[in-house]
């Protein structure tokens, strides 16, 4: 069900999809097709792709935020859209790791006994999503046309590392999965709670409601 090879070949097409201009006429999904071996192959690339996306989006927000001359009020927005759309990421993380458990669960793994990774799946795609990103873009600067002098070949080094780091995690994850199935490692759903959206838990908002109260 979990495979490396696809996770990271799928994020890399999504990411070059997703930066090419429409074209008129022609009418998609935002978060493009994915294909998949059988269902469970179908429904675990939908999840990569839909979590891959939630960071394509966070990555593009977070640059609208560095924009020279944006006002307050509009940095105000972007920062709203910046926890909600890190919110869909963290818990689209969390739908692959409910995935793959009820995969394994209905054959009877993980095994309890055996040690215990400290990364789930969900968490190591995040960061290949990540790496993706990353990787398009340091891509691009080392081929842009109107860069300075030594800026392409700054950016070719950095690519080179991006990429082995990007092998390095694969091949964790495609490690852990292999162990997994043998019952020799285990992982679990590490929730990741965030408190920042929830009006209840964050006293930033819950405390000038308060005092709004009390005037």
């Known amino acids: 069900m979990v495979s490396a090879m696809e996770t990271v070949a799928l994020q890399d097409e999504m990411t070059r999809r997703w930066h090419a201009p429409p074209v008129r006429g022609v009418e998609g999904s935002s978060s493009g097709a994915a294909a998949g071996s059988g269902a469970d192959g179908d429904n675990w690339l939908s999840l990569v792709t839909r979590q891959h996306r939630a960071n394509f989006d966070l990555w593009h927000i977070e640059d609208e935020a560095r924009a020279p001359g944006a ?59 990540i790496l993706a990103l990353k990787i398009y873009h340091t891509r691009e600067e080392a081929e842009r046309p109107d860069a300075p002098a030594g800026h392409a070949t700054r950016n070719r080094e950095r690519l080179a590392i991006l990429e082995e780091q990007r092998d390095d995690l694969a091949g964790c994850l495609d490690a852990l999965w292999r162990e997994t199935l043998k019952g020799s490692r285990r992982f679990k759903l590490y929730r990741q709670l965030k408190m920042y959206n929830d009006p209840s838990l964050n006293p930033a908002i819950y405390g000038k409601t308060a005092a709004q109260k009390v005037r």
Do not use: C, F, Y
């Open 71 to 129: 006002s307050d009020a509009e940095l105000a927005a972007v920062k709203r859209r910046i926890d909600r759309t890190n919110q869909l990421r963290n818990d689209l993380m969390e739908e692959l790791d409910r995935a793959t458990q009820s995969w394994l669960e209905e054959r009877g793994l993980p095994n309890p006994a055996a040690p215990l990774h400290s990364e789930s799946p969900g968490l190591i795609i995040d960061r290949l999503s």
